[in-house]
């Protein structure tokens, strides 16, 4: 989905739910920067979303920061429209 939007030039923000075994790994951070150099907001940082420990991702989604996605996509698709 990410390749097509991409590709469309449309606005595209990414809050992953990704564990520390999967953040360390060199192919999950070359992807996450290929991603952002082709203009994908990838929220994966402090202030986003960190990385949780293997096998407690359960216990975490309740707390899921769903709001900072949506906000981030309010302000994609609001400079989208003021800057065609």
Do not use: C, K
């Not at 075994?21 to 082709?38: G, T, W």
């Amino acid at each position: 989905m990410l390749a097509e939007t991409t590709g469309l030039a449309a606005p595209a923000v990414v809050l992953p739910f990704v564990n520390t075994a999967l953040a360390v790994r060199a192919p999950f951070r070359r992807s996450v920067e290929s991603l952002r150099a082709e203009g994908i907001r990838i929220l994966l940082s402090p202030g986003g979303f960190q990385p949780h420990p293997p096998r407690t991702g359960g216990s975490l989604i309740d707390s899921y920061p769903w709001h900072l996605g949506i906000h981030e996509a309010e302000r994609a698709l609001d400079s989208a429209t003021h800057n065609p």
